[in-house]
């Protein structure tokens, strides 16, 4: 569909709709929408009040309120149905949901992080593909599928309400035949594959997974209660009365909810992989700066810049920034010392330069013509704003001549040094620069050349 970026909608206090256009989901405002047709305009109100009754039914099933949400969820899938059938383009719709939003469908495994998805696809493999995966701090979601979410939500508050009616073996899919003696052995099938102790990265999910077996186990025993004396199988060859694994599930629960939360602090401690490897390349950077300047040597001029203070302003403040948007991406608070481990590598190398720069000085004693001081200084002055420019001297006297590989004379030039400082920094920059004069022919050269400045420097006294 080609459709403009205001084809969007706010609904209700969870999800914003957003029409997909191919890959991409339109950015979701909570502006009125505008430019559209009549019929778009509906098209969006009926899914929107679809997904706002689905939201209702949610809240009713985190308070078990299990005819209430059974209600709400019948009458959120009629309205997704006459809005899907009226208005096939709303099947493309897309939806952009928070992070903390659908607590109870996030609790009990039926929307998942990214995180948790490991689990469910090792041990929960029977629900992997019932599950709505999101990313940790919110996204997009079709709509499509938070139906299919619904209906699996559905389900339990069926089993719950006791209005299931058993398979009737003509192959039709009705939507109030549940086996529910499935709703003990799946379960029952899903503890037998876990054992615990598991990594910290992988509670979450084993966590949210325990709790809807846990969930659909209370749901059969309480709508057939028969089932707790009758054998169900784990799928592998181990049987147990249902009651019996109902306590196996509840009692992996218990261990999983024991653990769950003092790993997801240490978690929540962790620097996301992202930011670490970033800080890693850094460090690395930053380690080779000191190895140059505790030998003399030049080095990057945009590692001076970070190093000697101009520049490391913006540059931390950038840095901050990106951290800033990696922590939230796994919903994470970016600490107020993520960029520590930097300050404290510029402070070393700072304390070695203190103690290298007031040796050196300039080397370059040659001086500059008039002419190409000037071109040298317009050079300095568009590139490094602020630059206060001490001296330009050339490296020698000698000009270099520059030929091609048949040996056809190019131009000429001088290569040498200029002496400035810059704003809010302690020593003075040398930086090398090539003046380069064009040859026009008849041994002659351009009278006016141009500059190619290094990209090395050094901090030097400034004499």
């Known amino acids: 569909m080609n459709r403009s970026a205001a084809n969007t909608v706010a609904v209700a206090a969870a999800v914003t709709l957003a029409v997909l256009l191919g890959s991409a989901v339109a950015p979701a405002h909570a502006a009125a929408v505008t430019r559209q047709s009549a019929s778009e305009k509906m098209a969006l109100d009926a899914v929107s009040g679809a997904l706002k009754k689905a939201e209702e039914a949610e809240s009713l099933f985190g308070q078990q309120k299990w005819a209430d949400a059974l209600a709400a969820f019948d009458e959120a899938d009629k309205q997704f149905d006459r ?28 929307v998942i992080t990214e995180n948790a998805r490991f689990a469910f696809q090792r041990y929960g493999t029977i629900f992997a593909n019932n599950v709505l995966v999101v990313p940790v701090a919110g996204g997009n979601v079709s709509v499509s599928d938070l139906r299919k979410t619904w209906r699996d939500m559905r389900r339990v508050a069926l089993v719950f309400s006791g209005k299931a009616v058993p398979f009737n073996g003509n192959g039709t899919d009705e939507p109030n035949e549940v086996d529910v003696k499935d709703f003990v052995q799946n ?22 997974l325990l709790r809807r077996c846990a969930l659909m186990v209370e749901a059969a025993l309480a709508a057939d209660p028969k089932l707790a004396g009758e ?8 049987l147990a009365p249902g009651a019996d694994a109902k306590k196996k599930v509840l009692a992996l629960l218990a261990e999983a909810e024991a653990e769950y939360k003092p790993a997801e602090t240490r ?19 930053l380690n080779l700066v000191l190895e140059r300047v505790n030998n003399g040597s030049y080095y990057d001029v945009g590692d001076a810049g970070l190093v000697g203070g101009h520049g490391r302003a913006a540059y931390l403040a950038n840095a901050r920034k990106i951290y800033g948007e990696m922590y939230a991406k796994e919903a994470k608070t970016l600490p107020a010392d993520v960029l520590k481990p930097l300050t404290d590598k510029i402070a070393e190398i700072n304390a070695v330069i203190d103690r290298k ?38 490296d020698g006297a000698a000009w270099n001549t520059y030929r091609t590989d048949l040996g056809v004379i190019t131009g000429r030039g001088r290569d040498g040094r200029i002496l400035f400082k810059m704003p809010g920094e302690k020593w003075s920059r040398s930086l090398l620069f090539t003046y380069i004069a064009d040859y026009v022919g008849g041994g002659k050269y351009s009278s006016s050349g141009r500059v190619g400045l290094g990209n090395v420097t050094r901090f030097e006294s400034g004499k």
């Open 187 to 208: 379960p029952f099938g899903v503890a037998a594959d876990i054992e615990l102790p598991v990594p910290d990265d992988q509670w979450e999910g084993v966590v949210a």
């Open 267 to 285: 978690l929540a401690a962790e620097v996301p992989a992202n930011v670490q490897n970033d800080l890693n390349r850094v460090l690395g950077d």
């Open 83 to 110: 809005a899907f059938k009226r208005f096939p383009q709303t099947e493309n719709f897309g939806a952009t949901i928070g992070p903390r939003e659908f607590p109870a469908a996030r609790k009990y495994g039926f």
């Open 231 to 238: 054998t169900v199988g784990d799928g592998n060859g181990h």
């Open 357 to 394: 720069a007031p040796g050196y000085t300039f080397e370059a004693k040659v001086p500059a013509p008039a002419g190409i001081a000037a071109t040298v200084k317009a050079a300095v002055a568009k590139h490094y704003a602020g630059a206060q420019i001490a001296r330009v001297a050339l």
